[in-house]
Nanobody, 115 residues
């Protein structure tokens, strides 16, 4: 059973930065695709960024140039560096692990961008 634990959320002013972390346990972390998703109040869940086991990355148009996803296989961790944050980035952010047709989710971490 894969377990994912996110951290790093919080309250930040517009224009500020945060780095989210997601630690995975219970699997071979290096062979999978990891992703960050978010759900804002009253909106559908949105894919923010993904990174494959060979380090291919993809981003939602709304975060390109501001967010960076990365992974450290030695630490079983995926990161989301978020810069130039906007109020519309306010959401619960979730980590997703996908491998061999299975998907697992973390419980999420809340990001609030407000002055």
């Amino acid at each position: 059973q894969v377990q994912l634990v996110e951290s790093g959320g919080g309250l930040v002013q517009p224009g500020g930065s945060l780095r989210l972390s997601c630690v995975a346990s219970g699997s071979d972390f290096s062979i999978n695709t990891m992703g960050w998703y978010r759900r804002a109040p009253g909106k559908l869940r949105e894919r923010v960024a993904v990174i494959t086991s060979d380090y291919f990355t993809d981003y939602a148009d709304s975060v390109k140039g501001r967010f960076t996803i990365s992974r450290d296989n030695a630490k079983n961790t995926v990161y989301l560096q978020m810069n130039s944050l906007k109020p519309e980035d306010t959401a619960a952010y979730y980590c997703k692990y996908t491998a061999q047709g299975m998907a697992y989710w973390g419980k999420g971490t809340l990001v609030t961008v407000s002055s």
